[in-house]
């Protein structure tokens, strides 16, 4: 059948739009294979993540968020920290911007510190706390020393129950903060020679040249004492009254020798007031009774009274008789 020219052009024009149609399609398939392609071989850049402190040497990507010197910064380019170049995120704005959310989040807070351990004292008593009990002291009263010099007196912080132990180390430890104004003086600020040789142990007399004034935790004071103390010790203390002042461990240990041996200005040692419950209050008769006890100065005692209690609260423990003399 013969076909007219009309309708020839018409399928002419048909066929041409099926092409048409037909390349779109292909064209199509073939882009979004393409793109597919990229977006899985492309590169990507790590995800970001709070890095905590900025540190040199590090390799840092987009949106890091970091912290320096008090405040937060974000990754603006990647790049790894030059040692030594100062490219902090505060000195180099075109690596970081100020902000982020990395500081938001608080840090843990630390570990409780380790409870006390060992004997004696050491069982009673931890560094951190003792540190607590005399945030201001002098270097030279070192925990180390205290637990040494204690450990040579063995009754020390070991007799009777745990309350009256910690009781006891308190006592010590409040007196010895009051003759020291918190362990902060190793020696007595009103220095004399104070030599008294009408008492004391035989051959107790006074050294030439040397002083005995107050020294050391529990201000050992005078000839007598000095000679006693270093004769119970081992030291020849009445020769070389300075190491009281120089060597920690001695220092301490005279310490320990009047609170466990001496009355003093009263009727038992400080140890025995604590053990036998006759309460604080003897133990400062027994170390200054003679000018504080019985109204003579009750701002020394209400003093030595404060820093007991403080010292029974952090560890733990109550008092047990007369606190006052």
């Known amino acids: 059948m013969a076909l007219q020219p009309g309708s020839l052009r018409e399928m002419f024009n048909m066929m041409w739009r099926q092409e048409l149609r037909d390349v779109s399609k292909s064209l199509l398939g073939a882009a979004v294979l393409f793109f597919s392609m990229v977006v899985v071989f ?54 970081w911007k100020a902000g982020g959310d990395c500081g938001s989040t608080p840090p843990p807070p630390p570990p409780p510190p380790p409870p006390p351990g060992g004997n004696g004292i050491a069982a009673i008593l931890s560094e951190s706390t003792f540190n607590t009990m005399f945030p201001s002291r002098n270097g030279f009263y070192t925990y180390a020393a205290l637990v040494a010099a204690a450990n040579t007196f063995p009754s020390f912080a070991t007799s009777g129950d745990t309350a009256t132990r910690k009781r006891e180390v308190a006592a010590f430890l409040a007196n010895i903060s009051h003759e020291t104004g918190g362990l902060v003086y190793i020696e007595e600020i009103n220095k004399s020679v104070m030599c008294d040789t009408s008492w004391g142990p035989p051959g107790c007399g006074c050294a030439a040249g040397k002083w005995y004034y107050g020294r050391g935790p529990i201000q050992l004071s005078w000839n007598g004492n000095y000679c006693a103390a270093g004769n119970a010790l081992g030291v020849d203390l009445k020769n070389n009254p300075d190491l009281v002042a120089q060597n920690a461990t001695i220092a301490w240990r005279t310490g320990f020798w009047f609170w466990m041996t001496q009355t003093g200005a009263g009727s038992m040692t400080g140890h025995d007031a604590i053990v036998n419950g006759a309460g604080f209050g003897e133990t400062i008769r027994t170390i200054n009774g003679a000018l504080e006890c019985n109204g003579r100065n009750p701002a020394q005692v209400d003093s030595r009274v404060n820093n007991y209690n403080r010292f029974l609260g952090l560890l733990g423990a109550s008092a047990v008789g007369n606190n006052r003399c």
Do not use: F, M
């Open 42 to 95: 492309a590169p990507q850049d790590a995800a970001a993540a709070c890095r905590g402190a900025w540190a040199e040497g590090s390799a840092y990507n987009v949106g890091d968020g970091v912290t320096y010197n008090g405040g937060t910064y974000t990754a603006l380019q990647a790049h790894t920290a030059c040692v030594g170049c100062g490219w902090n995120p505060a000195a180099v704005p075109s690596l």
